[in-house]
């Protein structure tokens, strides 16, 4: 079985600009999630998809970002435009049933924002 | 104060010996508590869950839990050198999905 894939590994983007992050999660696994960590900080969660629907949202930094998930398969996080503080590591998860069961994570992308 | 909490270590034990770590959570409402493993530059990896108080054992990982004091703890017996990496305490509150990271505990095992 596939991973949690994310691309790209890593991206080194100037302020102003817009980077586009994309995760494909285990085949089958409807739930899907983004989180982020900033340098020093602790993994914090941005937004939980159900196939193609947003369930929870409440972690999205602003309207910088944007996360779609269309079809119910794989899932974009926009950033635009990005800023310094953006920078971090941007994990996805995906998951058959509910978190009880813990999450299986992407290696993550790391965004830096200069 | 932060809702999950973790000694930020390093904490360093010998090979063959017990790693204690330990994790309090301020939201009595959580339900599912979670130690990921975290290899420098890599994804964290599920390693224990638990639910209920007291004892859960998976090979030499033991998860404890205490809900009256708030409390979840990782032991991990004859510690070797490759479980040295970042430890993350997780927790799930009552009726969302999504998961509180402390900033976790550095491990490192030496020879």
């Known amino acids: 079985e596939a991973g949690v894939t994310q691309f790209p590994s890593h991206s080194v983007i100037e302020k102003g600009q817009t980077v586009t992050l994309r995760c494909d999660p285990i085949?089958?696994?409807?739930?899907l999630y983004w989180y982020r960590r900033v340098m020093g900080k602790e993994i914090k969660f941005l937004l939980h998809?159900?196939?193609?629907?947003?369930?929870?949202e409440s972690g999205m930094p602003n309207n910088r970002f944007l996360a779609e998930r269309t079809g119910g398969t794989y899932s974009t996080l926009k950033v635009q435009p990005a800023e310094l503080e953006d920078s971090g590591v941007y994990f996805c998860a995906s998951s058959q049933d509910r978190v009880d069961y813990g999450y299986t994570f992407g290696s993550g992308t790391r965004l830096t924002v200069v | 104060q932060k809702e999950v909490e973790q000694n930020s270590g390093p904490l360093s034990v010998p090979e063959g010996a017990i790693a204690s770590l330990n994790c309090t959570y301020s939201d009595r409402g959580s339900q599912s508590f979670f130690w990921y493993r975290q290899y420098s530059g890599k994804s964290p990896e599920l390693i224990m869950s638990?639910?209920?108080?007291g004892d859960k054992e998976d090979g030499r990982f033991t998860a404890q839990l205490n809900k009256a004091s708030q409390y979840v703890s990782l032991l991990i017996r004859d510690s070797q050198p490759s479980d040295s990496a970042t430890y993350l305490c997780?927790?799930?509150?009552?009726?969302?999905?999504?998961?509180?990271f402390g900033t976790g505990t550095r491990l490192q095992v030496f020879p």
């Open positions: 638990i639910y209920s108080n």
């Open positions: 085949s089958g696994h409807d739930n």
């Open positions: 997780a927790v799930n509150r009552y009726n969302t999905d999504k998961l509180i």
């Open positions: 998809f159900v196939k193609e629907s947003k369930q929870d």
